[in-house]
Nanobody, 118 residues
Framework: QVRLVESGGGLVQFGGSLRLSCAASGSVSSIVAMGWYRQFPGKQRELVITLRNDGKIDYGNSIKGRFTISRDHAKNTVDLQAASLKPEDTAVYYC????????????WGQGTQVTVSS
């Protein structure tokens, strides 16, 4: 199993920037990808950005060019740097990891609220 603990989030003004961090612990050697999803009220969780071990990045809609991702493999952390934030980026952001140990498993952090004021 993998445990994910997020930090960051909060209130930011329109056009501002924010950094979210996530630390993984447990069976980290089985991690093949880490990243972030977000969930709007009443909606399903959606992809923000993920980074695979091979370096490939998957982007969600409307964030490319504004959000970047970075991983520190030694510390088992993943950071999301969000810039040019808009009110429509307001959501709960979840750290995510995909592991493979025979079978594939997905793990989630507890979520952190990001609110962008207009």
């Amino acid at each position: 199993q993998v445990r994910l603990v997020e930090s960051g989030g909060g209130l930011v003004q329109f056009g501002g920037s924010l950094r979210l961090s996530c630390a993984a612990s447990g069976s980290v050697s089985s991690i093949v990808a880490m990243g972030w999803y977000r969930q709007f009220p009443g909606k399903q969780r959606e992809l923000v950005i993920t980074l695979r071990n091979d370096g490939k990045i998957d982007y969600g809609n409307s964030i490319k060019g504004r959000f970047t991702i970075s991983r520190d493999h030694a510390k088992n952390t993943v950071d999301l740097q969000a810039a040019s934030l808009k009110p429509e980026d307001t959501a709960v952001y979840y750290c995510y990891t995909r592991t493979v140990w025979g079978s594939q498993f997905n793990y989630w952090g507890q979520g952190t609220q990001v609110t962008v004021s207009s």
